[in-house]
T-cell receptor, first 112, second 118 residues
Framework: GQNIDQPTEMTATEGAIVQINCTYQTSGFNGLFWYQQHAGEAPTFLSYNVLDGLEEKGRFSSFLSRSKGYSYLLLKELQMKDSASYLCAVRDTNNAGNMLTFGGGTRLMVKP | GAVVSQHPSRVICKSGTSVKIECRSLDFQATTMFWYRQFPKQSLMLMATSNEGSKATYEQGVEKDKFLINHASLTLSTLTVTSAHPEDSSFYIC??????????????FGPGTRLTVT
């Protein structure tokens, strides 16, 4: 199985930058995903990393280090609407059907 | 982008009754769909993997006789919660793995179904 750890809660200020970390342990790593989920809604895809390095997409960036089993999601120029849960998920080649395993999620609260 | 729908979005049922939730991929075919359950302030927990034309694979601790899954076509999977109890009240989310889009590694999530058992 996989162990995926991320902080439970974080608070940041509007306009600032926040980094949400995720560490994982897996035997057959085959990609790491970040999802955003607002309360009562389904997750929406943010980013996908399978190779080491930084992937930038607008205000959101995601970084991966496979050797360290580590990823982070970086949110810049925070807006109030960014208040949500951010889910780190890992795909393992040993999982049938390209199944994803989700971390516990990080609840981000953006304050004025 | 790919769209996955779920029906109903909300359902309230009495204890002991059964509820069926539908998950449809609207503009792509999905040989594999996943069913998740999410309790308040918790992350997604995979319940089962549904494969078109074959039996679903259930995660440890999920009763296959209580949560019946049918994936009869490439665009539809159903989850039936049988003999529902209040502890089954949860947010049920399906996702579908596209086999026709170029982004084959992405799961597309449905909007979720809020089940309340009274």
């Amino acid at each position: 199985g996989q162990n995926i750890d991320q902080p439970t809660e974080m608070t940041a200020t509007e306009g600032a930058i926040v980094q949400i970390n995720c560490t994982y342990q897996t035997s057959g790593f085959n990609g790491l995903f970040w999802y955003q989920q607002h309360a009562g809604e389904a997750p929406t895809f943010l980013s996908y990393n399978v190779l080491d390095g930084l992937e930038e997409k607008g205000r959101f960036s995601s970084f991966l280090s496979r050797s360290k089993g580590y990823s982070y999601l970086l949110l810049k120029e925070l807006q109030m609407k960014d208040s949500a849960s951010y889910l780190c998920a890992v795909r393992d080649t040993n999982n049938a059907g390209n199944m994803l395993t989700f971390g516990g999620g990080t609840r981000l609260m953006v304050k004025p | 982008g790919a769209v996955v729908s779920q029906h109903p979005s909300r359902v309230i049922c009495k204890s002991g009754t059964s509820v069926k939730i539908e998950c449809r991929s609207l503009d792509f075919q999905a040989t594999t769909m996943f069913w998740y359950r999410q309790f308040p302030k918790q992350s997604l927990m995979l319940m089962a993997t549904s494969n078109e034309g074959s039996k679903a694979t259930y995660e440890q601790g999920v009763e296959k006789d209580k949560f019946l899954i049918n994936h009869a076509s490439l665009t539809l999977s159903t989850l039936t919660v049988t003999s529902a109890h209040p502890e089954d009240s949860s947010f049920y989310i399906c996702s579908a793995l596209s086999t026709t889009s170029g982004v084959s590694y992405e799961q597309y999530f449905g909007p979720g179904t809020r089940l309340t058992v009274t």
